[in-house]
């Protein structure tokens, strides 16, 4: 047998009041254990305090046709229109008029309204200042470094250039541009596409850099040009057409994660009737999508749309849970039973969109969008924390409706409920349905669930689609945490280890917020937040990061002389019998030796650890204090291990 003692302080609170003065012995069975499931690590997408706008999706410009930005909510919380507007574009020139216009033709029929750009009679004296420019979303990154894409429409009678360039609102220059040259076009043309990409000469200093489109002043004095769907793309990850933003791309990407549970969330419920997550309105040309009024906020474009997810998961190898709408609004309106039919027939047609053959009919639809080939998706869950809805329709009706359906379709479909089995006692889930926990909670109750799932009730899977610590020692109830801590990431490890110990009953879990954005959001946690310039990693993400890249197939049997606490701990392999011993200090002290023996293990062990200064550290813009280590170290004389640290 070989062993190795391990001084460690994983994750460790060195403030910590508790005192171990004794080693810890984990001896690690090399036979039994449970196969744990294929997926367990995963990602939650939906697009949430710009998580999607202006985060992810590639996008630069904000409001690009003028479908509207902020949503109100009327004294009876629902949703209150119109929302088209002209807000974060500026008119430039001091001739320039912007209005909000709805002349015919429109441009498509989801987008009704466009911008028309008068300029006063007479003018011309600053004929190359004529035209307007947009904020983007809290400003834009500009560099050198890439490419970008502009486009937009134009209606109207003009003959001469127009020039996109990126401004600096810090140093009053320009730091690139592109010229249309030569446009000839008259009002009967209707509307025209222009689009041509360029690289800037220069980077911005900072985030406050504008888009601006300007023409022949001169030109179209005392007359107006119309424009709509006037966008800018920084160059996407692995150039994907429509794709996403390459730095939170990538960092997602290196989590590690094997499902993408999309689209929500809250987003996928809608705040109030009509307005919900319409699969049929995010595909196609993203002129053809009329966007919705999110539940976060602000309009959403849904330019992040089905078929872009789809390719997300493929890019990502993530499966796909699929969220599909369960007839139930954020008022709390439940559609009826009688009346609930053509929704289930809309999520069929989803359902086809997806899995269908090329010669069905919405098999040919997604065929005609360039993916000839169904896609492959093995879990759909109906609606979203549909316990909210105290009526009961749910577990009355809903939840069959959709499910009996769905599995008539597709038998092998794994049906995930958004509800807890416990809640109900007549009718019950069937036996064997997932069920969608989420647990949020302070960091010591995330720590006291680490036994929480070791007693369920194994009829009834558990898929935990989001879990987060929100809240610490000091803050409670509404004071959420601004960021992951030291502390409060911690207790997430020692949660996700009683998950992994779990893994037989545990499909997946996933982080419940995947992104924010900096601006939108400072105030409550996140893995990861961003600004047009920087993204932050938080404590929460180095977490899952260090848990998803260390996956075993197989939880494996542990005996320890002592109990737990504050040293937590689950070992898996894999099949070709690499261990992960994964130890978290939680509230422990830095120096705890821990015997680890794995029985007939060759001499090499790899050891990553992750910690940070002290147990209110959070990683913040430009200062990250998370510390991740790995070494090899070949004196070990036991297996291969993950997730302690130093001193041996
Ligand atoms: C395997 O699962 C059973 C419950 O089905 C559980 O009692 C046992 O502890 C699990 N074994 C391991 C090594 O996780
Ligand atoms: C506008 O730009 C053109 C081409 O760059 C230039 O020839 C012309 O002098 C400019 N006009 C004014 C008024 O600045
Ligand atoms: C540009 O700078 C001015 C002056 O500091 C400021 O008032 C304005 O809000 C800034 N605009 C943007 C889009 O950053
Ligand atoms: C575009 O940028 C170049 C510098 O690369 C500059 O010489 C030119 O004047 C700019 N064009 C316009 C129309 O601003
Ligand atoms: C999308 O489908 C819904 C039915 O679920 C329908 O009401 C709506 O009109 C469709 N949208 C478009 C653009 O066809
Ligand atoms: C689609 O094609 C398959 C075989 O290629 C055929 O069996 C099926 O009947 C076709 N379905 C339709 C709706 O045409
Ligand atoms: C589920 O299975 C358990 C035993 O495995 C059984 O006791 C229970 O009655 C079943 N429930 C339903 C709803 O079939
Ligand atoms: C800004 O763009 C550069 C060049 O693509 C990229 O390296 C950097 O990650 C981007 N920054 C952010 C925060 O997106
Ligand atoms: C671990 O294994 C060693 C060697 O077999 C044994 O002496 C010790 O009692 C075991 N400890 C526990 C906690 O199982
Ligand atoms: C087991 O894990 C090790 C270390 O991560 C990896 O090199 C190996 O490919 C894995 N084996 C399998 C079968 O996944
Ligand atoms: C970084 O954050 C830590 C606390 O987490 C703080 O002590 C340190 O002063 C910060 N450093 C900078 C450069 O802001």
Redesign the pocket.
Known sequence: MASVIIRFGLLANILSVFQVTHALTLNVSTTGGNASSPILYGLLFEDVYHSGDGGLYAELVQNRAFQGTTINLDSNNHVEGPFQNLDYWHSSGPEVTLTLDNQQPSLSDALPYHMRVDVASGSGSDNNNTGFWNEGFWGMNITTATRYAANFYLRGDYEGDIVCAFWSNTTNSMLGNTTFTGISQTDSDGWKLYQQTFTPFASGPDEKNTFHLTFDGTAVAGSNLRFNMISVFQQTWKNGNNGLRMDLAEAMNDIGGKYLRMPGGNNLEGQSSPYRWKWNETIGSIIDRPGFPGTWGYYNTNGLGLLEMMQWCIDMGLETILGVWGGYYLDHEVVAEADLQPYIDDVLNELEFLLGPENSTYGSLRASLGYPDPFTIKYVEIGNEDFFDSSNSYINYRFSMFSDAIKAAYPDMIIISSIWSGYFTDP?L??GTVQDLHDYFSASDMVSKFNGYDNADR?YPVLVGEYAAIYDDEHTNPNQLDNPTLQSATSEAVYILGLERNSDLVVGFSHGALIKSLHDEPDNVAMMKHSPTEIVLSMSYYVAKLFATNYGSQTVPVTADTGYGPLYWSVMKNESETYFVKIVNYDGVDSTPVMVNIPGKSNEAKLITLTAPDMYSSNLPGNTTSIWTETTNKKLRGGKIVGARNDW
């Open positions: 019950v069937p036996n009829n």
